[in-house]
C-alpha cells in the first residue's frame, strides 16, 4: 500500500486560491492513476479531479475551469491548484492513489486502493 500525505489546506475567502500537495511513498509513482476527492460534513466523499499515469485528466463539473490536477513524478507528488475558491468548495480533501491499476473509473472511490489523511480546507464568504 502506498502511504499519502496531503498538505497545502487552510483558510481562505471567497476568490482566492489554494495549492495542495500530495506526497506519496514508493518508487513506482509515476506508474500510480492519482486522484483528489472531497468530503463535506454530513455528505459523502465525492471526486474532485484525477491525473492517470498516461497522462490523461479528469474533473468534476463543479470544477472544471478553477482546479488544476498536476503531478510531479520525480517529487513523487500531485497537486491541486484551486483558483476561483467558493464555500461550497469547503471540505477535508482527500489524495487517494490507484497502485494495483484497477481499471476502474477514475470517480469511483472504490478505484483507489490507498488514501491519505485529508486536509481541511475552508472557505469563507
Known amino acids: 500500500q502506498v502511504q499519502l500525505v496531503e498538505s497545502g489546506g487552510g483558510l481562505v475567502q471567497a476568490g482566492g486560491s489554494l495549492r495542495l500537495s500530495c506526497a506519496a511513498s514508493?518508487?513506482?509513482?509515476?506508474?500510480?492513476?492519482m486522484g483528489w476527492f472531497r468530503q463535506a460534513p454530513g455528505k459523502e466523499r465525492e471526486f474532485v479531479a484525477a491525473k492517470w499515469s498516461g497522462g490523461s485528466t479528469y474533473y468534476t463539473d463543479a470544477v472544471k475551469g478553477r482546479f488544476t490536477i498536476s503531478r510531479d513524478n520525480a517529487k513523487n507528488t500531485v497537486y491541486l491548484q484551486m483558483n476561483s475558491l467558493k464555500p461550497e468548495d469547503t471540505a477535508v480533501y482527500y489524495c487517494a492513489a490507484d497502485s494495483r491499476w484497477s481499471s476502474g473509473y477514475a470517480d469511483r472511490v472504490g478505484t483507489y486502493d490507498s488514501w491519505g489523511q485529508g486536509t481541511q480546507v475552508t472557505v469563507s464568504s
Open positions: 514508493g518508487r513506482a509513482f509515476s506508474s500510480y492513476n
